[in-house]
């Protein structure tokens, strides 16, 4: 049982399953306050008929972005104490979601590991979630780890040592092939951008964090960090960090208007924190390219910055799997 107050990194227990959050049906709402902070191009869910064809279903297709940040949000029954998300890893989206359907999640953790204590600061521990979304019948929608930073209530050590593994693996597209929508036809995307392996290039438009807590009510994202103010670094709010992820989705939607949908997350780390009014700029590699049947998969590597007293800081490196005309 979560304490009212909690849980704090000594609440948790290896294999444990912590209560479920409530139960989400995607609809039009949703969808359109999404698309009012993040504003992404993704072509397929802009666009009924264009996602009709695609799909071949009726039911509008919904940003797999958003459907991310529904699980993360019903995934933070175990972070409402959370100093900052460190990692996701191993994200993929096993199908589309459509218009209309409700996911509930499952958080199990699966690995603690207590912080060096400092005089400086409050004790603290890292907590590796395993997170599983369904839909309504019990089907598989999206799985995968994250890493949480949690405060410590206990004074005294915990013991808890566990190895949480590193935050990446070598990449392998042929590990998406599954999860990409074979049956899609792709004809009536863009022609792909000229872009060679290992090339960058960066997003002319820069964006600025505004909404941050719409999203974090949206998604019901239960971080009070995300919430409130005085909570941050010098009474700014922390950004919950899927908004940076999204605007970083938005960016990589238009530098290649062919991509049909995001099939995966190879790894996504935190570099730094975000917070409401940090302008963003973007940099993109293309990182490797799959033939499937009826597209390519291509793995980028976007990376966010922002600048801060003259310099700019890093704060997100996010690998996704597209898949593309």
Known sequence: MIPEDGPYFDDFTVGETLPFAPAVTIGAGEVGVYQSIVGDPLRVP??????????????????????MHVSIGQSTVATRRVIANLFYRGVVLRRPV???????????????????????????????????????????????????????R???????????????????????????????????????????VGQEKRDQLRDTVSNAIELARLTHNLAPVHRDATLGQGGRRLVYGGHTIGLAQASLSRLVPSIA??????????????????????????????????????????????????????????????LSR
């Open 46 to 67: 802009l666009s009924h008929p264009l996602s009709s064809r695609t799909t071949g279903r009726s039911e509008p297709v919904v940003n797999p972005a958003l459907v």
């Open 98 to 152: 459509h218009l209309g359907e409700t996911l509930s999640t499952t958080v199990v953790v699966r690995g603690l590991r207590e912080n060096q204590r400092r005089a400086d600061r409050p004790p603290r521990g890292m907590v590796l979630l395993g997170i599983t979304t369904v839909d309504e019948a019990g089907g598989l929608v999206v799985d995968y780890e994250r890493c949480a930073m949690v405060n410590l």
């Open 154 to 196: 206990r004074t005294t050590p915990t013991g808890h040592a566990d190895e949480l593994g590193p935050t990446t693996s070598e990449l392998d597209l042929a590990h998406y092939v599954e999860a990409a929508p074979r049956t899609w036809d792709l004809a009536g995307l863009p022609e792909p951008p000229a872009w060679a």
């Open 261 to 322: 949908t995001i099939v995966g997350w190879h790894s996504c780390d935190h570099v730094g924190p975000v917070f409401e009014g940090d302008i963003l700029a973007f940099r993109t590699e293309l990182l490797e390219t799959l033939d499937v049947a009826n597209g390519r998969l291509l793995a980028f590597s976007v990376k966010a910055s922002t600048e801060r007293d003259g310099i700019d800081s890093d704060v997100l490196d996010w690998r996704p799997v597209a």
